[in-house]
């Protein structure tokens, strides 16, 4: 008798630039012939989670990566006395995140995408987590990347949004609720596990050690996979080393996610 297999979950991991990595696990699963069912995202993981549920090929999804650099999604915004509205509360504008992503897939809504997804922001007024399902997905994914106090919020329904990480760096749970059987979070900001060798490294793990605690716990995930990125920057990262990076993570896992969509 034919039984279908179990329904998966993806959830990608905010981490700046690290986000590539994203790809890279994509790229494994995509080789192994697993497909996910539905899909979250926050921050760079929102912008790589809406790509891939707007249904963008693998080779779309590399060209993705390689053409991100800040330039092309931030606009610096001067700290000027008396400025007023929202650029007074960034030292960068996302809007032409959305720009950036409309000529990848499209102006769609969640409605038109093909695999259902949820983007994870953060309201900046009241600290709450926010959970993005309906609407224009390039503008949620803005929101979810504004980075308190280094980019401008997003107004969002009458609301502040910022990014998720500061308040739910994984959104887990949120595939469970939308039927997801198993799910695998893909997490950039891990803990090292291993004595810093620089200031970077020491200070990222402390803002790591802060998310972790902040959000859904790890163990809510049947896997997690982790890219080794402890030395890897934020900030101007090489493409290609994190998608090999996110790939070689992914690699291991893959019998046992196989077992477990039986």
């Known amino acids: 008798m034919w039984k279908q297999r179990k329904r998966l979950g993806l959830a990608l991991s905010g981490g700046m630039a690290r986000g590539r990595a994203h790809v890279g696990v994509i790229q494994a699963l995509e080789e192994a012939g697993i497909h996910a069912d539905f899909v979250s995202g926050v921050s760079a993981g929102a912008m790589v989670a809406a790509a891939y549920a707007a249904g963008l090929n693998m080779a779309e999804l590399i060209q993705l990566a390689r053409q991100f650099n800040w330039l092309r999604i931030a606009t610096p915004v001067l700290p000027l006395p008396g400025r007023s509205g929202l650029g007074r509360l960034g030292l960068l504008d996302f809007g032409k995140i959305e720009t950036f992503l409309i000529r990848a897939m499209g102006d769609l809504t969640f409605d038109e995408l093909a695999k259902p997804?949820?983007?994870?922001?953060?309201?900046?007024?009241?600290?709450?987590?926010?959970?993005?399902?309906?609407?224009?997905?390039?503008?949620?994914?803005?929101?979810?990347?504004s980075v308190p106090g280094v980019a401008a919020p997003t107004r969002w329904r009458g609301r502040l949004l910022c990014d998720g990480f500061a308040s739910?760096?994984?959104?887990?749970?949120?595939?469970?609720?939308?039927?997801?059987?198993?799910?695998?979070a893909v997490n950039l900001m891990p803990l090292a596990r291993r004595v810093p060798s620089n200031?970077?490294?020491?200070?990222?793990?402390?803002?790591?050690?802060?998310?972790?605690?902040?959000?859904?716990?790890?163990?809510?995930?049947?896997?997690?996979i982790e890219p080794d990125l402890a030395e890897i920057d934020y900030v101007l990262p090489r493409y290609d080393?994190?998608?090999?990076?996110?790939?070689?993570?992914?690699?291991?896992?893959?019998?046992?996610?196989?077992?477990l969509l039986i």
């Open 117 to 145: 997804l949820a983007i994870g922001a953060t309201d900046l007024v009241t600290g709450e987590r926010v959970v993005i399902t309906d609407g224009r997905v390039v503008h949620a994914v803005r929101a979810s990347a």
């Open 168 to 184: 739910n760096n994984l959104p887990i749970q949120v595939l469970r609720d939308m039927g997801a059987d198993v799910v695998v």
């Open 199 to 224: 200031l970077f490294w020491a200070g990222s793990t402390a803002v790591s050690t802060l998310v972790l605690q902040a959000g859904d716990p790890l163990d809510r995930a049947d896997i997690v």
């Open 241 to 259: 080393n994190l998608l090999a990076r996110g790939r070689a993570a992914t690699l291991p896992i893959i019998p046992l996610l196989q077992t």
